[in-house]
Structure formats: C-alpha cells, structure tokens
C-alpha cells in the first residue's frame, strides 16, 4: 500500500519561510517524480513545483512561486522537500505531496498525501 505523508506546515508571517517534507512507502518512484500542489479555500488544487527522478532531477515550478521556493529531494530515500522563502499571505493554503508524475495536471498522480497547512499572515 503506497503512503505519502507530508510534514512541516504551520503557521509563518509573509516575507518567513518553511520547510515542507514529504515521505512515501510502499513503492519507489525512481522512474518517475513527484510534486507539490496547493489548494486555498474555495480554489481548485494547483501546482506548486515537481522533480523529476527520471531525468536526473529536473524540477520544474509555477511561475507564481519560481525564484521563491525550491523542490528538492532524495530519490534512494523516496523523500521530497519543499523550500519556502518570501512567503506571502497568497500562500495560504493546504499543500499536498503527490507521486508518479511530473505533469503539471493533477489528474495524472495517482498517489496524494493527506495535506499539511501552511498559512502566512500579513
């Protein structure tokens, strides 16, 4: 049974950072990637950034968070990370980990983290 769980949400002023991690089991992910997507009350859940373990780590970001956040991860470990600086209250939202693709549609994973909430205040 695949898990993905993530961790490191939590309440932050705009312009602070946070660190999100997320694990999976149950299955590797070598051949393809994962990715953070986000989703603000009333929202449809959107891309935030994904990391390719197929081409060597390629990562690829929305452009409202490019030069702002970082994806990174360990591909042995099964473990992403994302690295959120200049945090704005637009921010604001639940974030999810997912696995097995790259894409930015969220109609092509087919394994979500339960969420981790991340609010900035103004």
């Known amino acids: 049974q695949v898990q993905l769980v993530e961790s490191g949400g939590g309440l932050v002023q705009a312009g602070g950072s946070l660190r999100l991690s997320c694990a999976a089991s149950?299955?590797?992910?070598?051949?393809?990637?994962m990715a953070w997507f986000r989703q603000a009350p009333g929202k449809e859940r959107g891309f935030v950034a994904s990391?390719?373990?197929?081409?060597?780590?390629?990562?690829y970001y929305a452009d409202s968070v490019k030069g702002r956040f970082t994806i990174t991860g360990d591909n042995a470990k099964n473990t992403v990370y994302l690295k959120m600086n200049s945090l704005k209250p637009e921010d604001t939202a639940v974030y999810y980990c997912?696995?097995?693709?790259?894409?930015?549609?969220?109609?092509?994973?087919?394994?979500w983290g339960p969420g981790t909430q991340v609010t900035v205040s103004s």
């Open positions: 997912a696995a097995g693709s790259i894409a930015y549609s969220k109609f092509q994973y087919d394994y």
């Open positions: 149950g299955r590797t992910f070598s051949n393809t990637g």
């Open positions: 990391i390719s373990w197929w081409s060597g780590g390629s990562t």
